[in-house]
Nanobody
Framework: QVQLVESGGGLVQAGGSLRLSCAAS????????MGWFRQAPGKEREFVAA????????FYEDSVKGRFTISRDNAKDTVYLKMNSLNVEDTAVYYC?????????????????WGQGTQVTVSS
């Protein structure tokens, strides 16, 4: 089993940027496809971005395309989510997730391990 710990959340003004990190430990990180999800107040958790094991393939939810970038450093067992041009609709708890298969998936059920989440709040 892999353990995941997110960091980097916080309060930012609209138009600003944040970079989230998710540090993994346990099973071999480079064998896990990774994803970022988020849950806004009163809403269900939704997919944000995913990346393949080697970091070659990525996939994004439409509303974050061109603003968010998912990346990973397998030497550091860490996946990142760089978020630019943030708006108030991006306010949510952000979770990273791992799956023991390399291809990208957008559904929660495809992931078997989750972090505890990090809060991102965007003010207008």
């Amino acid at each position: 089993q892999v353990q995941l710990v997110e960091s980097g959340g916080g309060l930012v003004q609209a138009g600003g940027s944040l970079r989230l990190s998710c540090a993994a430990s346990g099973r071999t990180f480079s064998s896990n496809g990774m994803g970022w999800f988020r849950q806004a107040p009163g809403k269900e958790r939704e997919f944000v971005a995913a990346i393949t094991c080697a970091g070659v393939g990525t996939f994004y939810e439409d509303s974050v395309k061109g603003r968010f970038t998912i990346s990973r450093d397998n030497a550091k067992d860490t996946v990142y989510l760089k978020m630019n041009s943030l708006n108030v609709e991006d306010t949510a708890v952000y979770y990273c997730a791992a799956r023991p298969v390399c291809n990208v998936r957008t559904t929660e059920e495809a992931y078997d391990t989750w972090g505890q989440g990090t809060q991102v709040t965007v003010s207008s």
